[in-house]
């Protein structure tokens, strides 16, 4: 009887991991855009190919705009801020595309008092992928005790880390690609202060690279699009 509960529980496992990774992968394209002007970005406003714009305040205007969730641009000069204001409320009010507008300052560019989830810049996406992080989380703490880590660690690696909820799909309560099959214990699992530690080290090395990799795998991919008649 417990063989078709965990079944379904092994698939609820694999959809709430596709979702995090989909939004992962267009939070990492946001926040490593190629360079345009403000002329480029006004132009595709008025063509109504803007989907989502982030608008950063605070010190020289910068923002950064996609055309569809993959291809994300920033204007870092010669851009008004009162301007852009009209510019997007003029578009959103009258434009055939809903445009996605989110406004943040320089100093807080990543929101820290949300996890990353709840950030992702396409329409619709926070609901869809907090949503999957959230039910994540309650599962971290609701189930029984994770096998790499107590619930200490686990939740400053999900905090703190960034990717905690990712890696917990893919590793507990047994690692995803042994299925259903037994796993033997971890020897030393981590405890709390390790798991903070390993989560800062996560968030500023780790991440970062798999970011810069992902984003420039997807612009030269773009390119070569770009170059296909």
Known sequence: MRVPFRIAGLWIRVVLLVILLWGAFLTVLSTFPRESTAAEFE????????????VINGGPLRLRWSVGPLLWYEVDRGTDAARVRRDLARETETGDQ?????????????????????QVPFPGAPWIVGAAWLVT???MLGAGQPRWGNRWAWFWLFWVGGVGAILFLLLEPRSLWYGLEPQNPIPRPLRGGQGCVLSICLNLVGAGLAAVGISRAVHALADLLATVP
């Open 137 to 139: 989380l309650l599962t």
């Open 98 to 118: 809903r445009v996605s507008v989110v406004w943040r300052w320089a100093g807080d560019q990543n929101n820290s008092r949300s996890p990353w989830a709840f």
């Open 43 to 54: 132009a595709a406003l008025r063509a109504d190919q803007v989907t989502s714009v982030i």
